[in-house]
C-alpha cells in the first residue's frame, strides 16, 4: 500500500511559480511511475505530467516548457515545479503512483492516488 501525500499549493498571481511536493510513505517510490494531475471545476480530471522509473519524464503540451517533474528517491518525494503559471492552471492538482514503473498519461492507469491540493492563479 503507497499513500500519497500533496502539498505546496496555495494562491498565486498570474505569471507566479509554484513548487508542489508528494510525499510517499508505505513503498519506496523508486520502482513506480508516477505522475500529476489536475482537476478543474466542473471538468475532468487531465493528465499534466508523469516520470518513469528511471527518471524519464513526459508532459501535457500545455506542461511543456513551464512545468517541470521530478523525484528524489532517498526522500520518497515527487515534485511539481510550475512557472509562468495562468488562471486557466486553477484545479486541485493529484499525485499518483503506478506499479511496473513506466509513466502514463491515463488516469485509469494509475493505482494509488493523493487526496489533492489546490492551486489557484489569480489574474
Known amino acids: 500500500q503507497v499513500r500519497l501525500a500533496e502539498s505546496g499549493g496555495g494562491l498565486v498571481q498570474a505569471g507566479g511559480s509554484l513548487r508542489l511536493s508528494c510525499a510517499a510513505s508505505?513503498?519506496?517510490?523508486?520502482?513506480?511511475?508516477m505522475g500529476w494531475f489536475r482537476q478543474a471545476p466542473g471538468k475532468e480530471r487531465e493528465f499534466v505530467t508523469a516520470?518513469?522509473?528511471?527518471?524519464?519524464?513526459y508532459y501535457a503540451d500545455f506542461a511543456k516548457g513551464r512545468f517541470t517533474i521530478s523525484r528524489d528517491n532517498a526522500k520518497n518525494t515527487v515534485y511539481l515545479q510550475m512557472n509562468s503559471l495562468k488562471p486557466d492552471d486553477t484545479a486541485v492538482y493529484y499525485c499518483?503512483?503506478?506499479?511496473?514503473?513506466?509513466?502514463?498519461?491515463?488516469?485509469?492507469?494509475?493505482?494509488?492516488w493523493g487526496q489533492g491540493t489546490q492551486v489557484t492563479v489569480s489574474s
Open positions: 499518483a503512483a503506478r506499479t511496473g514503473g513506466t509513466a502514463s498519461p491515463r488516469v485509469g492507469e494509475y493505482n494509488y
Open positions: 508505505g513503498r519506496t517510490l523508486s520502482a513506480y511511475g
Open positions: 516520470i518513469s522509473w528511471t527518471n524519464t519524464p
